[in-house]
């Protein structure tokens, strides 16, 4: 039996928060990042949490190293 061409999906809406190359202090209570004038600006994990108290949320963290590659030609 084939599927109906008509689909009724609820809306969803997502609040998110994100830091982009942050650094985690050594007591993980305040993440430093660089503001959009270039200044490191230290803030509260907790303050940043408390638009989401009480809800329903997903958490990710993760951690990003780079690298450089050599780059291998075909003599090698």
Known sequence: ???SKLKFTRRTTTDKLTIKAGTLSEDCSTITYEDENGSEQDIK??????AFKN???DFTVALKTDENLDVITEDE
Do not use: G, K, P
């Open 45 to 50: 994990i907790s303050d940043l949490l408390a």
């Open 55 to 57: 809800q329903v949320i």
């Open 1 to 3: 039996m084939a599927n």
